[in-house]
T-cell receptor, first 112, second 110 residues
Framework: DGGITQSPKYLFRKEGQNVTLSCEQNLNHDAMYWYRQDPGQGLRLIYYSQIVNDFQKGDIAEGYSVSREKKESFPLTVTSAQKNPTAFYLC???????????FGQGTRLTVV | QQPVQSPQAVILREGEDAVINCSSSKALYSVHWYRQKHGEAPVFLMILLKGGEQKGHEKISASFNEKKQQSSLYLTASQLSYSGTYFCGTETGGYQKVTFGIGTKLQVIP
């Protein structure tokens, strides 16, 4: 079955450590996205990528980094520079402009 | 910049209707609507494109006013399954950037 997979579902890290969230899709989509969800703030865009080896900052990119070395994969690294990393992270993909996005099941990151 | 959604929350009794609004400060190329149940991934409802027509899906439909840079989602004869948080997402130019609002929490009660 085609879809978009995020792993793990729950992740715990100590403050000051970098952590990488995985996002893989087998839908042959060109565009991929990372959103952060906090209560009362909706979905905020962190980074997005239109094609392999290219990505753009979203609205809250500080403290995050991404790579897009393969079409299927768009991992997100939450660095120690992110001041408040505890949140629900959603990855999405789609064919391109003006098409629907498919979301993964999300990763809930807790930093203690 | 996030689109502005209103209302932020609404409670309906089964069978009642609701309207959720989404507005942008920038010219809109497309508007997406999604519904999210607690702890789950958002699920696509519909997309409206610039120059396109009003869309509908069973008892859920939406409109897109390009001049006013607004979209509205209409839920008629609501069912318990309609409960969740509704998000509008907007594309305001090139580069395929999709920005979402803070959401509208809708609760349908018996």
């Amino acid at each position: 079955d085609g879809g978009i997979t995020q792993s793990p579902k729950y992740l715990f890290r100590k403050e000051g450590q970098n952590v990488t969230l995985s996002c893989e899709q087998n839908l042959n989509h060109d565009a991929m996205y990372w959103y952060r969800q906090d209560p009362g703030q909706g979905l905020r865009l962190i980074y997005y990528s239109q094609i392999v080896n290219d990505f753009q900052k979203g609205d809250i990119a500080e403290g995050y980094s991404v790579s897009r070395e393969k079409k299927e994969s768009f991992p997100l690294t939450v660095t120690s520079a992110q001041k408040n990393p505890t949140a629900f992270y959603l990855c999405a993909s789609r064919w391109g402009g003006y098409t629907e996005a498919f979301f993964g099941q999300g990763t809930r990151l807790t930093v203690v | 910049q996030q689109p502005v959604q209103s209302p932020q929350a609404v409670i309906l009794r089964e069978g009642e209707d609701a309207v959720i609004n989404c507005s942008s400060s920038k010219a809109l190329y497309s508007v997406h609507w999604y519904r999210q149940k607690h702890g789950e991934a958002p699920v696509f409802l519909m997309i409206l494109l610039k120059g396109g027509e009003q869309k509908g899906h069973e008892k859920i439909s939406a409109s897109f006013n390009e001049k006013k840079q607004q979209s509205s989602l209409y839920l008629t004869a609501s069912q318990l399954s309609y409960s969740g948080t509704y998000f509008c997402g907007t594309e305001t130019g090139g580069y395929q950037k999709v920005t979402f609002g803070i959401g509208t929490k809708l609760q349908v009660i018996p």
